[in-house]
């Protein structure tokens, strides 16, 4: 229901729909550097997409989602639908990677905010 919302508040909603398919899917694995310096695993996966638009042409795009949690790869082939932009055709949206980046900030909000409780509870004993 939000993301709904927030496709009409900014204009996803008028956009064409249309599939578009996975050309290839790649994920890397990199370490970050952590609280107190342990290294932690952070995935970064990179999508790159092709459509038709309404005239025929060929659209390429790249969807890049660095959400840093063990992700679920989409394989060469499949399709996913997006929206395109009718006056810029280049211009694309993809629910799926916006939900990606509202669970990752989500689930790193519950994280910090868990890492805190344990900080003041042992602040408090």
């Not at 989409?74 to 916006?98: A, Q």
């Amino acid at each position: 229901m939000l993301i709904e919302m927030w496709e009409r508040l900014r204009g996803y909603d008028k956009w064409i729909q249309t599939e578009a398919r996975i050309k290839s899917s790649t994920i890397e694995k990199t370490y970050r550097k952590g609280r107190r310096g342990r290294l932690i695993p952070w995935w970064t996966v990179t999508n790159v997409i092709a459509w038709a638009d309404s005239s025929g042409g060929s659209r390429i795009a790249q969807c890049i989602d660095p959400s840093g949690f063990p992700p679920h790869q989409l394989s060469s082939g499949e399709t996913v639908t997006i929206r395109y932009n009718p006056t810029n055709p280049s211009d694309f949206y993809l629910r799926g990677l916006l939900k990606s980046r509202i669970i990752s900030m989500i689930k790193w909000a519950v994280a910090i905010a868990l890492g805190f409780a344990v900080a003041l509870l042992l602040l408090w004993h």
